[in-house]
């Protein structure tokens, strides 16, 4: 059941008594205010504006509804400050309800809000990381596999049916090099072993000899011809380097906590998208070029013509052609209320072109949106520059498990490997989240795997040392608690903190940016910590211990949803 926050719900109730605006439209204006250290007491604002209309006597009119405000059970003080009411909820209530929610609502807590309402139905289909086989797997394919996996987390969450896809690049040239080569400069125990180094290795190889030789680059285009016409041969050695190369990618995958559920790719279209050079011919938004080439204008209305090539000269298809027959497929194969692709902002042309096309077809376009992100720059490994993300991964966690023999701290788990992949995996998540998706940023190891400042570390040390001090509550909350034991600021701060999380998840859904949930966690982080320092557990009375206990599991249960809706895996002890 969808419900409204208990005290959005029970302000608004006042609010439109008094104004004639039904409760449900008032409480999507009404917003809890963010905890800070001047903070003042007050829990929640309403903008009236939008709902009272700008006329002249507005003022007026809030004036008038800030003096017909009377405290009721729920709530215990109004104010007026420049045409915005805010208001202060009974303390002991705060405290009951929020710790009684998330108790209840565990790692749903913030999902069951009504805030969410129009992101809770239909079928998202989300496609991300889409790497190419046999080339590198660079720091964008990591981009768009922690952004991709994100945003299908939170889909999920928020009650979508989502289908997870990685549309490789298992198609074009690369593999007529491949087929061409791999019995000069391949080794099949090699491809065993690791599928995506060896294939790649074999590539440069043969790409570097077909520099030089004619000959080599004649037989790629053979194979590749091959590989078009459907030669029994050539196709079983690609379904071959395919397999493989599949099977390691799913483990490299399996150890950032990624999944997919179907792996498709540009090869499954190559001969779908001949149907649509036939549809677009039959559409009559075909034009063939002078020198034979299929395009199809894209102009709106009277401007000059902006051409998009679908074919080549010779007949084939291109990338572009494949996505129209990738969109249309999974159209009437899914028929998804949504559609997200996740790639880099140098593709935005590629796919407001493809948008457009749909459109001209008659195909509702509106449901695929591009989510990009912006260049990394200066992630190098020891290896250099990045070419798998297998690298990268054991970069994190070697620099990881080397700070923490340093700290002294790698004898505090079982097992420290895992222990620091998981946190290195968290360090590269919120180096990566931190800023808007479209701006470029430099990575730096150092930055990133730092235990304090908003690091995905500090985040991780700060969920280990709740998990820790409750290892010291032997009821594990079975009991309920005092609610007078928790009125410390501290305390009474971090819930205002907490009555914030739907409205972040809310914004999390609109813009499809981790910003506001890294920024969000770093917040609940920090208090988290000053609340550690002042209330104490250990030589308070058995009551209050256990109120305070209570709190920090409440701080441990939000903490760790958010970090699993980054991507990143809590760890109970570091
Ligand atoms: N394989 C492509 C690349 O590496 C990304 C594919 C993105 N998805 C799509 N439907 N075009 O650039």
């Given at each position: 059941?969808?419900?409204?926050?208990?005290?959005?719900?029970?302000?608004?109730?006042?609010?439109?008594?008094?104004?004639?605006?039904?409760?449900?439209?008032?409480?999507?204006?009404?917003?809890?205010?963010?905890?800070?250290?001047?903070?003042?007491?007050?829990?929640?604002?309403?903008?009236?504006?939008?709902?009272?209309?700008?006329?002249?006597?507005?003022?007026?009119?809030?004036?008038?509804?800030?003096?017909?405000?009377?405290?009721?059970?729920?709530?215990?003080?109004?104010?007026?400050?420049?045409?915005?009411?805010?208001?202060?909820?009974?303390?002991?209530?705060?405290?009951?309800?929020?710790?009684?929610?998330?108790?209840?609502?565990?790692?749903?807590?913030?999902?069951?809000?009504?805030?969410?309402?129009?992101?809770?139905?239909?079928?998202?289909?989300v496609e991300y990381s889409s790497p190419n086989i046999a080339k590198k797997f660079h720091v964008g394919h990591l981009r768009s596999t922690i952004i991709g996996n994100f945003i299908a987390?939170?889909?999920?969450?928020?009650?979508?049916?989502?289908?997870r896809v990685n549309y490789l690049g298992d198609?074009g040239?690369q593999?007529?090099?491949?087929?061409?080569?791999?019995?000069?400069?391949?080794?099949?125990?090699?491809?065993?072993?690791?599928a995506l180094q060896?294939l790649f290795?074999?590539y440069?190889?043969?790409?570097?000899?077909?520099?030089?030789?004619?000959?080599?680059?004649?037989?790629?285009?053979?194979?590749?011809?091959?590989?078009?016409?459907?030669?029994?041969?050539?196709?079983?050695?690609?379904?071959?380097?395919?397999?493989?190369s599949i099977?390691e990618y799913a483990k490299v995958y399996k150890r950032l906590g990624v999944q997919f559920?179907?792996y498709s790719g540009e090869?499954?279209?190559?001969?779908?998208?001949?149907?649509?050079?036939?549809?677009?011919?039959?559409?009559?938004?075909?034009?063939?070029?002078?020198?034979?080439?299929?395009?199809?204008?894209?102009?709106?209305?009277?401007?000059?013509?902006?051409?998009?090539?679908?074919?080549?000269?010779?007949?084939?298809?291109?990338y572009?052609?494949?996505?129209?027959?990738?969109?249309?497929?999974?159209?009437?194969?899914?028929?998804?209320?949504?559609?997200v692709y996740v790639t880099d902002k140098s593709q935005?042309?590629h796919f407001?072109?493809?948008?457009?096309?749909?459109?001209?077809?008659?195909?509702?376009?509106?449901?695929?949106?591009h989510v990009m992100f912006g260049r990394v720059k200066?992630m190098q490994t020891?290896k250099?520059e990045v070419v798998f993300l297998e690298d990268v991964l054991d970069e994190a966690?070697?620099?990881?498990?080397?700070?923490?023999?340093?700290?002294?701290?790698?004898?505090?788990?079982?097992?420290?490997?895992?222990?620091?992949?998981?946190?290195?995996i968290?360090?590269l998540i919120?180096q990566d989240f931190?800023?808007?998706l479209?701006?470029d940023y430099?990575f730096?190891?150092?930055?990133?795997?730092?235990?304090?400042?908003?690091?995905?570390?500090?985040?991780?040390?700060?969920?280990?040392?709740?998990?820790?001090?409750?290892?010291?509550?032997?009821?594990?909350?079975?009991?309920?608690?005092?609610?007078?034991?928790?009125?410390?600021?501290?305390?009474?701060?971090?819930?205002?903190?907490?009555?914030?999380?739907?409205?972040?998840?809310?914004?999390?859904?609109?813009?499809?940016?981790?910003?506001?949930?890294?920024?969000?966690?770093?917040?609940?982080?920090?208090?988290?910590?000053?609340?550690?320092?002042?209330?104490?557990?250990?030589?308070?009375?058995?009551?209050?211990?256990?109120?305070?206990?209570?709190?920090?599991?409440?701080?441990?249960?939000?903490?760790?949803?958010?970090?699993?809706?980054?991507g990143?895996?809590?760890?109970?002890?570091?």
């Amino acid at each position: 059941m969808v419900m409204a926050c208990f005290f959005r719900r029970a302000i608004a109730e006042q609010v439109s008594r008094l104004v004639d605006v039904p409760s449900e439209k008032i409480l999507h204006h009404i917003h809890a205010i963010p905890a800070s250290r001047k903070r003042s007491s007050n829990d929640f604002q309403l903008h009236l504006r939008s709902l009272l209309g700008d006329a002249g006597n507005y003022e007026e009119k809030v004036q008038n509804l800030a003096h017909k405000l009377v405290s009721d059970s729920v709530v215990n003080e109004f104010g007026l400050s420049r045409g915005v009411l805010t208001f202060k909820v009974h303390r002991p209530l705060l405290v009951e309800k929020v710790v009684a929610k998330i108790r209840q609502d565990g790692a749903r807590y913030g999902f069951n809000s009504a805030l969410l309402s129009d992101f809770t139905k239909g079928l998202a289909l989300v496609e991300y990381s889409s790497p190419n086989i046999a080339k590198k797997f660079h720091v964008g394919h990591l981009r768009s596999t922690i952004i991709g996996n994100f945003i299908a987390n939170l889909k999920a969450a928020a009650g979508n049916e989502v289908i997870r896809v990685n549309y490789l690049g298992d198609w074009g040239l690369q593999f007529g090099l491949l087929g061409a080569g791999f019995s000069r400069f391949g080794c099949e125990e090699k491809l065993q072993s690791n599928a995506l180094q060896h294939l790649f290795e074999v590539y440069v190889k043969v790409n570097e000899a077909a520099e030089k030789d004619e000959e080599m680059k004649r037989s790629a285009r053979e194979f590749m011809r091959e590989l078009e016409s459907g030669n029994p041969q050539a196709i079983s050695l690609w379904t071959h380097f395919r397999g493989l190369s599949i099977e390691e990618y799913a483990k490299v995958y399996k150890r950032l906590g990624v999944q997919f559920d179907e792996y498709s790719g540009e090869s499954f279209y190559r001969e779908k998208s001949q149907d649509i050079l036939n549809l677009l011919r039959s559409e009559n938004i075909l034009q063939i070029t002078k020198d034979g080439k299929g395009v199809v204008d894209l102009k709106e209305n009277g401007d000059m013509p902006v051409y998009a090539t679908v074919m080549r000269s010779d007949g084939t298809t291109l990338y572009l052609t494949r996505d129209i027959a990738a969109a249309i497929d999974r159209m009437e194969k899914y028929n998804f209320d949504k559609m997200v692709y996740v790639t880099d902002k140098s593709q935005e042309a590629h796919f407001q072109n493809l948008f457009k096309i749909l459109k001209k077809l008659g195909k509702d376009a509106n449901r695929c949106h591009h989510v990009m992100f912006g260049r990394v720059k200066g992630m190098q490994t020891r290896k250099g520059e990045v070419v798998f993300l297998e690298d990268v991964l054991d970069e994190a966690r070697a620099r990881m498990l080397h700070n923490m023999a340093k700290a002294g701290t790698s004898k505090a788990t079982e097992d420290p490997v895992d222990t620091a992949e998981k946190i290195g995996i968290a360090a590269l998540i919120i180096q990566d989240f931190k800023g808007p998706l479209q701006a470029d940023y430099r990575f730096n190891w150092d930055e990133a795997l730092q235990s304090v400042g908003d690091t995905g570390v500090f985040l991780q040390y700060t969920h280990a040392r709740l998990q820790s001090l409750l290892t010291m509550w032997s009821t594990r909350g079975e009991e309920d608690f005092n609610v007078s034991c928790l009125q410390e600021p501290s305390a009474i701060a971090t819930l205002q903190h907490l009555l914030r999380y739907d409205e972040v998840i809310y914004k999390s859904l609109k813009e499809l940016q981790p910003k506001y949930l890294v920024a969000y966690l770093m917040g609940l982080g920090h208090l988290a910590n000053v609340a550690h320092h002042s209330l104490q557990v250990k030589g308070s009375t058995p009551e209050v211990a256990h109120a305070r206990l209570h709190f920090f599991n409440t701080i441990r249960v939000v903490l760790a949803s958010g970090m699993q809706l980054l991507g990143i895996t809590p760890v109970d002890k570091m």
